[in-house]
């Protein structure tokens, strides 16, 4: 028999934050669609018109990480004057506060008992768009180069940008510093430094950044 549907009307963010709450109140990921359905008064087809499954939904969810980010730095009246490495900066800082106000939920969701192959797949909408993200701003930059020697490779500063998320991702699931501010100063110095290797200009800026890795993981 098929639940009473709440008069509220079902959007995809509503299932995104029943589902979410279901997850930390339970502790553990709903076991069927159709429980979850009918623990929230809601059809299954209002649920299938948004997500096929809940490893879809998983997704939708970092998915909309990543859109609320730029949305917030959209709002940013100057943001479009900012150099590209203060808008790699101010992208990072904005979803990592945004990763903040949904602590719990994503270090359950990662720190789970899953296969890191199947966390890592939560991922891959993510890795998309952040790796867009930042193939945008190489893209910008080499618009103002003239000679082709000049130019930087999008696809692998995109996958570089990748790769410090990671490494971000996971100091920031183990940074127990008030206000995160090891994750603050991760941030700064992980992106001056993938900025001054695309600049040619790499040693200093790896050694520093060397440096800080060393007394986090080993002080």
């Given at each position: 028999?098929?639940?009473?549907?709440?008069?509220?009307?079902?959007?995809?963010?509503?299932?995104?934050?029943?589902?979410?709450?279901?997850?930390?109140?339970?502790?553990?990921?709903?076991?069927?669609?159709?429980?979850?359905?009918?623990?929230?008064?809601?059809?299954?087809?209002e649920f299938y018109a948004f997500f096929g499954s809940f490893d879809a939904l998983r997704k939708a969810i970092w998915n909309t990480f990543f859109s609320n980010t730029i949305a917030l730095l959209q709002q940013n009246e100057e943001y479009g004057s900012f150099s590209n490495q203060d808008k790699m900066l101010t992208f990072f800082f904005t979803f990592f506060e945004l990763l903040t106000l949904n602590r719990s939920y994503v270090l359950f969701t990662l720190e789970g008992d899953q296969k890191m192959l199947e966390k890592l797949s939560e991922l891959k909408g993510l890795r998309k768009h952040v790796k867009a993200f930042a193939s945008e701003l190489v893209e910008a930059a080499n618009a103002d180069k003239t000679l082709r020697v000049t130019k930087r490779s999008p696809a692998i500063f995109s996958e570089g940008a990748w790769v410090q998320f990671l490494f971000l991702l996971k100091f920031w699931m183990n940074d127990s510093s008030s206000g995160f501010e090891r994750t603050d100063l991760a941030i700064e110095k992980s992106v001056t430094t993938i900025f001054n290797v695309f600049d040619k200009t790499p040693l200093e800026s790896l050694i520093d950044f060397g440096k800080f890795l060393y007394k986090e993981n080993f002080a």
């Open positions: 028999m098929a639940a009473k549907t709440s008069t509220t009307k079902i959007s995809e963010d509503k299932i995104i934050a029943f589902y979410m709450d279901s997850v930390l109140e339970q502790e553990s990921v709903p076991h069927s669609i159709y429980k979850f359905c009918k623990q929230h008064k809601i059809k299954e087809e």
